[in-house]
């Protein structure tokens, strides 16, 4: 009975362990993304603010490539560390 006990509590702890992990990469990628919003949020307040002037001049082309390439970084910098969370996240798994 004492070593079915040991086996169950062992067994259990591993299944803590696991998900412990899995929640901590959960707020690691939470943080990344909050991080990564602000800072594309930050460029583009930078840029409404630096740029009204080539917008009253009728630069709206430039304006909104410089909106768009944010746009774009944002986009990928998202994609890339939501594969990596992916990738973590699959190898925090246990293999059975």
Same mark, same amino acid.
């Given at each position: @009975?004492?070593?079915?006990?040991?086996?169950?509590?062992?067994?259990?702890?591993?299944?803590?362990? +696991? *998900?412990?992990? /899995?929640?901590?990469?959960? =707020?690691?990628?939470?943080?990344? +993304? #909050? #991080? /990564?919003? #602000?800072?594309? @949020?930050? %460029?583009?307040? &930078?840029?409404?603010? &630096?740029?009204? %002037? *080539?917008?009253?001049?009728?630069? +709206? *082309?430039? =304006?909104?490539?410089? !909106?768009?390439?944010?746009? +774009?970084?944002?986009? !990928?910098?998202? /994609? !890339?560390?939501? /594969?990596? =969370?992916? %990738?973590? =996240?699959?190898?925090?798994?246990? %293999?059975?």
């Amino acid at each position: @009975m004492q070593e079915a006990n040991e086996d169950l509590r062992a067994r259990l702890q591993a299944n803590l362990d +696991v *998900a412990a992990g /899995l929640c901590r990469l959960g =707020f690691t990628y939470g943080e990344q +993304v #909050t #991080t /990564l919003t #602000t800072e594309t @949020m930050q %460029k583009w307040v &930078h840029q409404a603010d &630096h740029d009204p %002037k *080539a917008l009253l001049l009728g630069d +709206v *082309a430039g =304006f909104t490539a410089a !909106s768009g390439r944010i746009a +774009v970084d944002h986009w !990928s910098a998202l /994609l !890339s560390c939501t /594969l990596e =969370f992916q %990738k973590a =996240f699959l190898a925090a798994l246990p %293999k059975r």
